[in-house]
C-alpha cells in the first residue's frame, strides 16, 4: 500500500511522464478496422497485469477451474445479465442524489475487473483460477 500511495502522490505533484505516455500510441495490433489492442500504454500494462496474475496459477488449478463448466455457466451468466438487471431495479430508488443512481447504473453494468475478481477471490482464499478465468472471459464478451 505504500508504493500505491507514493505513485498516487507523485502522478499528482508531476504529472508530465503520464502525460506523456498516455499521447504515446503504440501502433497496436489490429483485427478490424475497430479493434485494436494494445494501442496505449494503459492497454499494455492491463494485458501484463493479466498476463502476470495467469503466470502465477499453478496448472491443477486451470485444469480444475475449466472442468467446472456449470459455475463458469452460472459465473457468466450472473456477471453479464442477472447483475445488469438487478442494476435496473437498485436505480429505481430514490436516493436523493441522481449522480448516485447513475453512478450505481454503471457499477452494475460492467463486469468484474481485475482487483474486483481474483484478488478479492484470492484474499478469500477462493478459486482464483475459476475468478481468474470468470474475469478475462467476461470482459471480452
Keep these: 500500500p505504500l508504493m500505491l500511495i507514493f505513485v498516487i502522490v507523485f502522478g499528482y505533484l508531476v504529472p508530465r511522464p503520464g502525460d506523456v505516455l498516455d499521447g504515446l500510441n503504440l501502433g497496436g495490433v489490429c483485427f478490424k478496422e475497430d479493434l485494436c489492442v494494445w494501442e496505449s500504454i494503459g492497454s499494455l500494462c492491463v494485458t501484463f497485469i493479466f ?19 456449470v459455475v463458469i455457466l452460472v459465473g457468466i451468466a450472473s456477471i453479464l445479465f442477472i447483475t445488469p ?7 429505481k ?5 441522481s449522480e448516485f443512481a447513475i453512478g450505481l447504473a454503471i457499477f452494475f453494468a460492467m463486469p468484474t475487473t481485475l482487483s474486483s475478481g481474483p484478488i478479492l477471490v484470492g484474499q478469500a482464499k477462493g478459486n482464483v483460477a475459476l475468478a481468474l478465468l470468470l474475469t478475462v472471459s467476461t470482459n471480452i464478451l
Design 51 to 69: 498476463l502476470i496474475s495467469g503466470l502465477k496459477l499453478k496448472t491443477d488449478a486451470i485444469k480444475k477451474a475449466f472442468s467446472s463448466w
Design 93 to 97: 430508488i430514490d436516493y436523493g442524489i
Design 85 to 91: 438487471l438487478l442494476g435496473f431495479a437498485i436505480v
